[in-house]
């Protein structure tokens, strides 16, 4: 647009560039070519299942900046009817869409083809990479849940004799009992919640509720955090048995029933 102004470039011939840059000679080519990028610029719509509607929804775009662009007129209602006034029926309607659809989507690399195969086989081994990750982390975390479960109640009773009277240094605890710092820190704010929201550890909390009438004790407390270990593995136990069952049914389903797969780009129809 800028450079037309700047040369003074005739208003029939800029039209022209507008709609068929890549159709004029082949000696100012180069360019006109930017020029379709007012009609390229426009929707294409991706992995829609109505492609026969989203087709002429773009070519209709398409027709509505043409026609107010460089007509001056709104055509928009002549995609279905005929009004008695309007200079555009509906025939000239689709006579400008059967134009448009001969327009045919396409992605061109800015750069050689060799560095956009290169960049796909590192993106697809960085896929890979990220996969086996995940399942590691997954595998990780797992495997770490059972096993901090096995620790429950030796933490909580940490967390008693940390917040129990007498109050016990949290360094020592931590030393004494061999414990992870930044597990401990956990464990002390996860056992310091508004008990309405864990009801299973209603009976832990009024138990260090009673902990300034210095009634409570660590036997109670090892009680108390052992039964909390053996919920807990109970829970870990179901979950293991309900995944294998899943697994199970989801194999007897359908193995041979494939993801529907549908295409990354824009086609005509």
């Known amino acids: 647009m800028v450079k037309a102004f700047n040369d003074d470039l005739p208003y029939d011939q800029f039209v022209r560039a507008q709609l068929a840059g890549d159709l004029m000679d082949e000696k100012t080519r180069v360019r006109t070519l930017p020029a379709l990028g007012f009609l390229g610029q426009g929707p294409w719509f991706y992995d829609n299942g109505a492609v026969e509607v989203t087709r002429a929804d773009e070519r209709h775009d398409r027709i509505d900046v043409v026609s107010r662009g460089f007509l001056g007129l709104t055509v928009g209602c002549a995609r279905c009817h005929d ?8 025939k000239d309607y689709y006579a400008m869409a059967g134009v448009f659809a001969s327009t045919t989507y396409k992605e061109y690399p800015q750069v050689p083809q060799s560095v956009v195969d290169e960049y796909t086989a590192l993106e697809k081994k960085l896929k890979n990479k990220q996969k086996m990750m995940g399942e590691f982390m997954q595998t990780e975390s797992k495997q770490l849940s059972e096993s901090l479960a096995l620790q429950a109640s030796k933490y909580m009773q940490a967390v008693w004799n940390v917040k129990g009277e007498p109050k016990a240094d949290l360094n020592d605890v931590i030393e004494k009992n061999k414990l992870d710092y930044e597990l ?15 009801p299973f550890l209603k009976d832990w909390q009024a138990f260090m509720q009673d902990k300034t009438q210095k009634t409570a004790t660590a036997a109670e ?10 919920l807990l593995l109970d829970v870990l136990a179901e979950r293991k048995a309900l995944n294998e ?12 029933t494939k993801k529907k797969s549908r295409s990354s780009s824009p086609t005509n129809s």
């Open 245 to 256: 069952e899943n697994e199970i049914i989801l194999a007897k389903a359908n193995p041979t």
């Open 221 to 230: 407390a090892k009680k108390l955090a052992d039964e909390f270990q053996s």
């Open 184 to 198: 401990m820190q956990r464990w002390i704010r996860f056992l310091e919640r508004p008990p309405r929201h864990y």
């Open 83 to 90: 009004h008695k006034y309007d200079p555009i029926p509906t």
